[in-house]
Every structure is written in structure tokens, then in C-alpha cells.
């Protein structure tokens, strides 16, 4: 068994024990492998032990792999996630190439994505970005001005609203990692409450899987714990 997979088994493991602690179905949390700054032959073998889903916050590496990879036979049918802060001149290719936007925090963003999303292709499924811990420092919107934007997006044709998205500030305390994913979840679930049709609550990574979990997520994006620190060697 190699690195990766093994990784991979002790991620998924750490998944479900947190689903069945929290009194859920592991099934009702999707894995994200976040496999920035790694090679395509780490997809790859990730991609061999079954994870289809992958996720990229860099633009260029990103069209690198999804170029790379498509052009083998192997890995067939994986789905990508953008998942880093998009600039309003970068939108086209992520319309162009990625089933999932995690990161969208304005209007004209979300705007581009619309327009040059190509109408062959399934609407493009997005998240919006929630600044739920204040920082300055961090991209989202405000959690006071997610109801409008939220409304606005949903509206937007080549484009599904699917829910939300966070990253909050660090923490090594699961009480204080729960409650900003708490306030996550409020948001959400009162969005849908409104109406919204949201299926996705992308939170929690290698260091609060399980605290996210237990507050709700149904996507969490794992990085580090699958393929290592980003500075150990290939």
C-alpha cells in the first residue's frame, strides 16, 4: 500500500468515526482531496483508491493536472473543485474547466462565472465564501450580507447555488473550532429555510475534520493528511 493510500484510509476512517459520533451516516460527508502543490502522479494514485473528487487552489497547477490527466486513460471521470480566491480576469478558464467554484464572495464574480460557463456543459455548482471568523485578512463575505448575495447568485443562469463555504481561523481547541462552523451551519440552514434549494456545507480540514462534522459538514477538504506537509519532497 502506498503513502497516499494509506492516508487516504486513515482520512476516511477519521470520517466516518466523526458521522457516527455526531449521530450521522458517514456517507452524508464527502471527501475533497486538496491536492495542491502536489504532482498529477499523486492524483493519480489517489485516483486509483477510488477519490474522484479533487480540488485545487492555484489556477495554472490546476489546468495543468485537469490538461495532464485527461489525456490518460487511467483516471477517467474526476471531478474538480476550485477552491482558492478567483479574480475577476481568471474567471474564464475556471468557467471553463471546473464542475465546482468553493470561493465565490461578489456579485461580478459570480457574474463571470454565468456568462462563461459554456452552455455544453452542467451549470456550474458553486459555494459561497463566508469570512465567518472576522479576519481581516481572510476572503468571504460577511455573514450579514450572505442572505442578499445568496439570492442573487441562486438567480444567475449556468450556475447552481449549492451552499457554503469557510475557512476559519486556526485553532487547536474543538470547542473553539466547533462554534465558528456552528455559525456555518445557522447560516445555512436558515438560508434553506428561505427557500433556497442548499445541499453543501464545504467546511473542516486536516486539523478540524471532526469538529466540522459534528457541526454539520457535508464536504470536508483534506489536504495534508492525504498527501503530506506541502514541503515534504514528492
Not at 113 to 131: F, H, I, T, W
Not at 199 to 213: K, Y
Amino acid at each position: 500500500m502506498t503513502r497516499i493510500a494509506a492516508n487516504l484510509q486513515a482520512v476516511r476512517a477519521r470520517i466516518d468515526a466523526a458521522a457516527r459520533a455526531a449521530g450521522r451516516a458517514p456517507e452524508s460527508v464527502a471527501l475533497l482531496a486538496v491536492s495542491k502543490t502536489w504532482p498529477a502522479t499523486c492524483v493519480l494514485d489517489a485516483a486509483a483508491r477510488g477519490q474522484r473528487a479533487f480540488g485545487e487552489n492555484y489556477l495554472q497547477e490546476g489546468l495543468d493536472k485537469i490538461a495532464s490527466l485527461a489525456a490518460t486513460e487511467s483516471p477517467g471521470g474526476l471531478e474538480w473543485h476550485f477552491i482558492g480566491p478567483l479574480q475577476s480576469n481568471k474567471t474564464r478558464p475556471v468557467a471553463e474547466n471546473f464542475a465546482w467554484v468553493h470561493s465565490v464572495d461578489r456579485l461580478k464574480i459570480a457574474e463571470r462565472l454565468s456568462a462563461q460557463r459554456p452552455a455544453g456543459l452542467p451549470p456550474l455548482s458553486v459555494c459561497l465564501q463566508v469570512n465567518v471568523s472576522g479576519e481581516a485578512s481572510k476572503s468571504g463575505v460577511a455573514p450579514d450580507d450572505v442572505s442578499e448575495l445568496a439570492r442573487q447568485i441562486a438567480a444567475l443562469p449556468q450556475l447552481r447555488l449549492r451552499g457554503l463555504m469557510a475557512i476559519p481561523a486556526p485553532s487547536d481547541d474543538p470547542a473553539t473550532q466547533r462554534a465558528p462552523f456552528r455559525e456555518l451551519r445557522l447560516l445555512f440552514e436558515r438560508l434553506r429555510a428561505d427557500g433556497l434549494p442548499l445541499d453543501t456545507l464545504s467546511m473542516g480540514m486536516s486539523h478540524d475534520l471532526e469538529a466540522a462534522v459534528a457541526e454539520g459538514a457535508t464536504l470536508v477538504r483534506i489536504g495534508t493528511a492525504i498527501f503530506g506537509d506541502r514541503a515534504a519532497p514528492v
